[in-house]
């Protein structure tokens, strides 16, 4: 379901729900700031991961239906001066396709206050990219590798490119991306059996592991929790090689649980440089964190949602197109999020996966 708000609706419509409070900032019913924009740049992707969509594709969202790079950029500058949004993470589809990407990037970083900016990639590209992703103002990566072996990355991406995200990876830690992580979805049968071999690819070059259980959002609608690897039964293949021990790091609205990590023979830890080793569980099904998370999400036409797992929208593009200032665009993005729900509700009876799949809603 969209709700649509175009202009004479927000200027002629009832007046905002009176038990929101007066606070500039993305508040909601339940006590939560968000703080945390999550902004899809483009559904299109390169790679076709069988959790995601099917063999062929899916039919990509118009050229005029996407936001203009004028209104993207206008819509992220009311995000951080009017409400309080102090991190940016871009993602896709694959955000590397997005043409005038580094423009995007650049604008947003000479916003004031500075925004923190990270990018999440599945890495095809990045190689001859990070130097120019640095320049606009990222300032970390998240890149998708689901194994290390050249054969299953066909077999899950139905593309033979795993050398181009390895390369990928290094160009991003040579140009200063850091931390570099590695997001990683352990699928039963499939490549289960690497949790540990990737930790250790990872603490050898590095970079920050996080595995992150399947969650319902595939074009298919084909996810079944049964045959999910839940976050105990990742921690569990990660101890037969490896000491894990709760990070007491403060979580905040991070999504992922961190463990500091040491070698089950050695005994030591195995960071870089000294440091502690960590690897991070996102469990997003089985551990949920709704009740501290900081975020609201913009797709790539316009829509606000307040939760991945959202079945409602809420549009800014009519209002941006429609005339709307950049006050009455802030005030509507408050009354959605003061809506938001107390959890994502996946294990309700009633639980309805959205229609939009990850690569249209952004991760």
């Known amino acids: 379901m969209t709700t649509e ?15 929101r ?37 899916l039919d990509w969202m118009p050229r005029d239906e996407q936001l203009t790079d004028d209104e993207l950029n206008r819509l992220i ?45 599945n890495g095809i590209g990045l190689a001859r990219r990070a130097e120019a992703l640095a320049a606009a103002g990222v300032n970390r990566l998240n890149v998708s590798l689901d194994t290390l072996r050249p054969e299953r990355f066909a077999e899950i991406t139905r593309r033979d490119r795993l050398s181009d995200v390895l390369d990928g990876l290094a160009a991003a830690r040579d140009a200063g991306l850091s931390p570099v992580k590695i997001n990683t979805v352990l699928l039963r049968g499939v490549n289960d059996d690497e949790a540990a071999d990737l930790l250790d690819f990872a603490l050898a070059h590095g970079y920050e592991l996080r595995f992150i259980e399947q969650m319902p959002l595939d074009a298919q609608h084909g996810w079944r929790r049964s045959e999910m690897i839940t976050a105990d039964e990742i ?12 990070s007491d790091e403060d979580r905040g609205g991070a999504p992922a649980e961190k463990f500091v990590v040491e ?13 502690p080793a960590t690897v991070g569980v996102i469990g997003s099904v089985t551990r949920p964190f709704c009740g501290a998370c900081d975020r609201t999400r ?15 929208e809420t549009d800014l593009r009519a209002l941006v197109r429609g005339g709307a200032t950049d006050t009455e665009i802030a005030d509507v993005w408050r009354d959605a999020m003061w809506g938001k729900k107390a959890g994502h509700g996946i294990d309700d009876p009633g639980f309805l996966q959205p229609a939009r799949p990850m690569s249209a809603i952004g991760g």
């Open 263 to 275: 070698r089950r023979l050695a005994g030591t830890s195995i960071g870089a440089a000294g440091g």
């Open 21 to 57: 409070p007066d606070d500039p900032r993305l508040v909601d019913g339940f006590g939560r700031v968000a703080t945390d924009l999550r902004i899809s740049l483009t559904d299109r992707c390169n790679l076709r991961c069988t959790y995601c969509m099917p063999a062929e594709g």
């Open 77 to 121: 500058a009311v995000a951080v001066r009017e409400l309080g949004i102090d991190e940016l993470r871009f993602t896709g589809g694959e955000p590397l396709l997005r043409k005038g990407l580094e423009g995007v990037l650049s604008t947003a970083a000479a916003l004031r206050p500075r925004p923190d900016m990270s990018l999440t990639t």
């Open 5 to 19: 708000l175009g202009l004479p609706t927000l200027r002629g419509g009832p007046s905002r729900d009176p038990a």
């Open 235 to 246: 921690l569990a293949r990660l101890e037969e090689r490896f000491v894990l021990t709760a």
């Open 298 to 312: 913009l797709t790539a036409d316009g829509q606000v949602r307040t939760c991945l797992f959202a079945t409602g």
